[in-house]
């Protein structure tokens, strides 16, 4: 016997647990966007079943078993109970291709992702997806029908930076960094990540003193080389020439410095190393002061170079620098002397930091400041450009994408920033594979919490695959729709205006919607979007 159930992308499927959601069975979506729907299912047997897809979208859409991954740390310190589940164990996550036929394991449920991906060729109307499932005697069907608007979303406006770790990639493959095949392999994962909405791709123009611990170091990705003759400093742009191509060839044009300093109140100096008569070494570190006098006199020579060098690469409106990363109150001081030499010498590009104490920014010590969701309030209609980000931290009534949560919480994300017109959000890993602080590396298959320190689903969204690409998670997938969901209520803005829309995205809640305040409800996100869609279409063919 096979129980089947068709569902949304909004539901994670336990391999012990009957989904009880509704059954779900059309959507419309536009012809430039990606789409998901799932079919669930569980034998009674241990069995394999061949899986065929008839419909006229067949040729862009891909099917995958969701498979679960372990975790050993489900939730953050004080999360609140819009949570899946808090114990220790599995959890459905990696998507994997299928290819040849569905293995089913005996009273274990099972899910079928079909992911649509955009075609301009996309027939318009209602299109029919017929999902076969064959087993030696029988055969079994879902069939979904998806609207498809003969209309497109517009780009994105939103920049989005997800962490980029170039030496978790180097270190899991165990390939030279600057080697052509450490090159091929950072653009696949860049193209992947340019796929699902990064736009703004963090640059390790020295290698970026994130989540080190003191005194240790990262595995060197330095793209400016340094030699120093006769006491003077001489730079080296080719491979940030070559990274800045790459970029721009899979799409991404926005690029964020590496910090100048050390995380959590700028102290140090990040790891760098250099050409001293002949001799590569390491002439800045955690045993250099921040703002000392050596350190400031490399960063004054380094700066006209640099700039130079961007202006001629025609990217200087699209650079982003650095101080620090998360200062708190109690390193202010540390952190104004760093900032002020930043702002002499990079001034005249975009400075920004991710930060939370609402001081630095009334004490003008960061330029484009970027506060947690749970401290956003503060800076709304505070500053030119709203920014946000969340980490393991945000965990009380906030968006965020953890294992343990369920995926309407990912995607929520896309309504708030429409509401509150935010221009930037960074989230801090992409593809961390290391130890919470860089103390070792990790097989992202077995371990998902960073060594126990961060919950599940914090530290990366994609997966390595063997042949030196991705496996994206299914919650890269959801997030990406939560991006879309911004884009269509833009669209829809851009149509009958900014009160009609907010109109329509409030429509039936008690409470209007905040970083904290949102409906808990599948079926609220899976209306709101078909009510959105329904009032551009109506727009469209007055």
Known sequence: MLKIKQLSSLVKVFSDEEPQAKTFER????????????????????CKLAVEINSQLKDVIQVSVVEELHSSMPVGKGQDDYTLRTQVGNFPELLRPLEGELSLSAGKWTSLWLSIDPNPTLPVGEQKIEVILKGDDEQWRAEFTVDVIDCDLPEQTLLY??????????????????????????????????????????????????????????LTVQLIGVEVKDGEYSFDFANLDKWIDMCRRVGIDYFEMAHFFTQWGAKRCPKIMATVDGEVKRIF????????????????????????????????DKVFFHVSDEPFAGVIRYYRKASDIVKELFGDFKIIDALSDYKFYQKGLVGLPIPATDHVGAYIGNVKELWTYYCSAQVDRIANRFFSMPSQRNRVLGCQLYKYDVKGFLHWGYNFWYKRLSVGEVDPYQETAAGGQFPSGDSYVVYPDKDGKPLISLRLRVFYDALQDMRALQLLESLIGREKTMEILEQGIEKPITFAEYPHSDDWQLELRERVNDAIRQTLIR
Request: proline letters at 4%; aromatic letters at 14%.
């Open 27 to 46: 959507l419309s979506i536009f012809r430039n966007e990606k789409a998901s729907m799932q079919v669930a299912l569980m034998s009674d047997i241990n």
């Open 161 to 218: 930076t997800n962490w980029f770790h170039s030496d978790c990639l180097a270190t899991y493959y165990k390939v030279d960094v600057f080697s052509d095949k450490y090159w091929e392999i950072v653009e696949n994962y860049l193209k992947t990540a340019r796929e699902y909405g990064m736009n703004v791709a963090l640059t390790p123009i020295f290698t970026p003193p994130l989540d080190t611990k003191k005194g240790g170091e990262r």
């Open 285 to 316: 570190g955690w045993d250099t002061k921040g703002a000392g006098k050596k350190y400031k006199a490399f960063l004054t020579a380094l700066a006209p170079k640099l700039k130079d060098y961007l202006r001629q690469k025609g990217v200087a």
